[in-house]
């Protein structure tokens, strides 16, 4: 079993929809949980940061932490075609090597 | 441009070459890390540096994986005695210490 799990999709949306993506972890170390976005041929560019446990807003991306469940969740709101790309959950417990989930591909059509 | 930058973006080499890989960090970042992606996957950590010190390497950087950050800025990537299974895209990132990593677009390496 591996340390983070992520649906790999793909994931296909209407413009405007709400996208939910999530990853399971299973080492309860972890601390520092990001969100990457991933283009073709492209390397990951970081989304959101958390720190712990509790919810990060920035524009229209929130991510959520809970630690007890071990769970993680990125929500894109008003979701555009430029948005289509691979979504990459990372997290590490002391901030340093990243441990990453396989990535989920979403498409956004218009 | 700021970021992380890496040279080449494509590298093709035949089987048993070697091939050797730089990358750039952002200026003021400490910490600088390598990092192995093929398709469909996620990347998987390989080594990491703190200034010119190399902190931690993976399992998965055998004998024929050296990398160097000699003066604490630009670091290199060598492979030697290349194999089939090493074509991968190479990524680069650099962070502040406790602060998220930041990556470069990659060197993907084909071999033939």
């Known amino acids: 079993q591996k340390e983070v799990e992520q649906d790999p999709g793909p994931l296909s949306v209407p413009e405007g929809a709400i996208v939910s993506l999530n990853c399971t972890y299973s080492?309860?170390?972890?601390?520092?949980f990001m969100w990457y976005r991933q283009y073709s041929r492209k390397g990951p560019e970081l989304l959101m940061y958390?720190?712990?446990?509790g919810n990060k807003e920035d524009g229209r991306f929130t991510a959520q932490v809970d630690k007890s469940s071990k769970y993680i969740s990125l929500f894109i709101r008003d979701s555009q075609p430029s948005d289509s790309a691979t979504y990459l959950c990372a997290m590490t417990p002391e901030g340093d090597k990243l441990i990453f989930g396989t990535g989920t591909r979403l498409q956004v059509f218009p | 441009d700021t970021g992380v930058s890496q040279d080449p973006r494509h590298k093709i080499t035949k089987r048993g070459q070697n091939v050797t890989f730089r990358c750039d960090p952002i200026?003021?970042?400490?910490?600088l890390y390598w990092y192995r992606q093929t398709l469909g996957q996620g990347p998987e950590f390989l080594t990491y540096f703190q200034n010119e010190a190399q902190l931690e390497k993976s399992r998965l950087l055998s004998d024929r994986f050296s990398a160097e950050r000699p003066k604490g800025s630009f670091s290199t990537l060598e492979i030697q005695r290349t194999e089939q299974g090493d074509s991968a895209m190479y990524l680069c990132a650099s962070s502040s210490t406790h602060q998220p990593q930041h990556f470069g677009d990659g060197t993907r390496l084909s071999i033939l």
């Open positions: 958390t720190y712990s446990s």
């Open positions: 200026s003021e970042h400490n910490r």
């Open positions: 080492n309860s170390a972890f601390q520092y």
